[in-house]
């Protein structure tokens, strides 16, 4: 089936932020748009708040005047259910409760035509509850837009166990008409997003609990190393910590207790004591008028590096080798298992295993981790643990060659895979588990994590990049070292690495 017809009536319930983002969405691509909210006068209101954002556009020469009016002629506001009867496609954006919203369906189907299309945006609630005791739950369908709706270019296509297979492709073309970025997923806790996003907000407030550095230093190393937009404490102050810690709590009841979604108790805390984040100005960090933004841990070094030694091949660190190299430090390269020797410090890219134990069981002396990097080439920070016998002169050779090739360098406490490597790896594992239980393509997945929440990279590309074998052994000293269900590795990685095959085809 083709895409809705830019003449299709499109009705929207729901005139809030998300609501009305949608209703802009629609209209802007030629649709006449009705929107209802139950709150007297607040559909107006919603509409002339659009109105005011396009002339916005219109003040920055991305919008044509004549355009803007338009959009807002297509723009209807109704009072009413009743007048929503001959609408095609109606999306309601009401609020996260399923009694509610299978009410407004019951209402909805007893108004509308048999073909009417009946989608709902919700975030986290299963579209087969939604349309179970319809007459026609053949004609309900998950149509998840991201805040901003205008701007962001996601939208999850999810199918309940009733939807009709043709009504997910007229609204995946529909989507793509609209300029937006559809992927098809099932109706399973979380969808794609909502699911595999919970490693990045989980690991950050696992090493912040467990000591690891404060919220700015690993913030920054996220940003900074692991080409994320916002690190996660950040972000979950924007997002605000009741909603985020609501998302992660329903995933986690969804999936009957599985610890690898398990809730923080540090989130919880700033939940009960009401720090909300930005909203209500202070979360992790203060937002009130004049406070100081906390800046990231570094380390400094006033030696001089002349010369390092590779040994072996360093896998991804190899993108590190011109780098040093174009900063003056003679690079020698002979064979050997892969390390970096500078003066009497061993550098290796961690692998999982905790800096001391990797030294006693690999028999290597003042051993300094790296953290993983998207692109060592262009990064502005790294971080580094090491081991308990790793002399200070060491530490400050291995920093020093660091800094001189000009990388900011944050200690952490020696935990098992460090900050992004471990971040990556969850993210990897959850899209793997996701894409071996049919929840998406591989392709899906990766887009809806880059479209929707700005990854750098797709976490399934980002695992081939890094190699299944390694991601699957950095999965796998994760779970030994902490002895947790959370960290188990997918099977689809395990049989991906037997078979030497690939994530993506």
């Not at 939807?163 to 007229?170: K, N, Q, W």
């Not at 690891?212 to 950040?234: I, Y």
Request: hydrophobic share 45%.
């Amino acid at each position: 089936m083709a895409a809705l017809p830019s003449n299709a009536q499109v009705a929207v319930i729901g005139a809030g932020a998300m609501g009305a983002g949608i209703a802009q969405v629609a209209a802007q691509a030629g649709h006449p748009v009705m929107l209802y909210d139950n709150r007297p006068g607040a559909a107006s209101q919603a509409v002339q708040g659009i109105d005011r954002q396009l002339g916005r556009l219109v003040e920055k020469d991305r919008l044509d005047a004549s355009a803007r009016e338009a959009i807002t002629a297509r723009l209807q506001p109704v009072e009413t259910l009743d007048a929503l009867g001959e609408a095609h496609l109606v999306i309601e954006a009401i609020v996260e409760n399923l009694q509610v919203k299978q009410d407004l369906l019951r209402q909805l189907e007893a108004l509308c035509t048999v073909d009417c299309i009946l989608a709902s945006n919700t975030s986290s609630l299963s579209i087969t509850s939604l349309a179970a005791g319809l007459c026609r739950p053949q004609r309900v369908i998950g149509m998840h837009f991201f805040n901003p709706a205008p701007l962001m270019a996601l939208v999850e296509i999810v199918s309940g166990l009733a939807t009709d297979p043709a009504l997910a492709a007229t609204l995946y073309d529909t989507a793509k008409a609209w300029g937006k970025q559809p992927v098809h997923t099932r109706s399973t806790p979380g969808f794609i997003v909502n699911r595999v996003a919970r490693p990045f907000y989980a690991e950050s407030l696992r090493l912040l609990q467990e000591g690891a550095a404060d919220c700015a230093s690993l913030d920054a190393l996220l940003r900074e190393a692991g080409g994320f937009r916002m690190g996660a404490f950040e972000l979950t102050d924007l997002i605000g910590h009741d909603v985020n810690y609501a998302v992660t709590c329903s995933v986690f009841d969804a999936f009957h207790g599985d610890f690898r979604f398990q809730p923080s108790l540090v989130q919880k805390e700033l939940v009960d004591a009401g720090r909300l984040g930005r909203k209500s100005g202070q979360g992790f960090y203060d937002y009130a008028a004049g406070a100081e933004r906390p800046q990231a841990a570094e380390l400094h070094s006033q030696a001089r590096v002349e010369r390092c030694v590779v040994e072996g091949q360093p896998g991804p660190l190899h993108a590190l080798l011109p780098r040093l190299r174009a900063s003056g430090i003679g690079v020698t390269e002979r064979a050997g298992s892969g390390l970096l020797r500078v003066g009497d410090a061993t550098l290796a890219l961690s692998d999982g295993r905790l800096a001391s134990q990797r030294a006693q069981e690999d028999g290597l002396r003042n051993l300094v981790l790296l953290d993983l990097a998207l692109d060592y080439a262009s990064a502005s920070r790294i971080a580094i643990s090491w081991s308990a016998d790793t002399t200070a002169q060491a530490r400050d050779q291995a920093v020093a060659l660091l800094r001189q090739a000009g990388l900011q360098v944050t200690a952490v406490a020696d935990l098992p895979g460090l900050v992004v490597l471990r971040t990556v790896a969850c993210l990897a594992n959850e899209a793997a588990d996701a894409m071996l239980q049919g929840v998406g393509t591989p392709g899906d997945i990766d887009l809806a994590m880059c479209a929707g929440v700005n990854y750098p990279q797709g976490p399934l590309a980002w695992a081939e990049q890094l190699g299944v074998g390694y991601t699957l052994k950095v999965l796998e000293h994760l779970q030994h070292s902490y002895g947790e269900t959370r960290y188990r590795p997918s099977l689809l990685l395990r049989r991906i690495h037997a078979e030497g095959g690939r994530l993506h085809g």
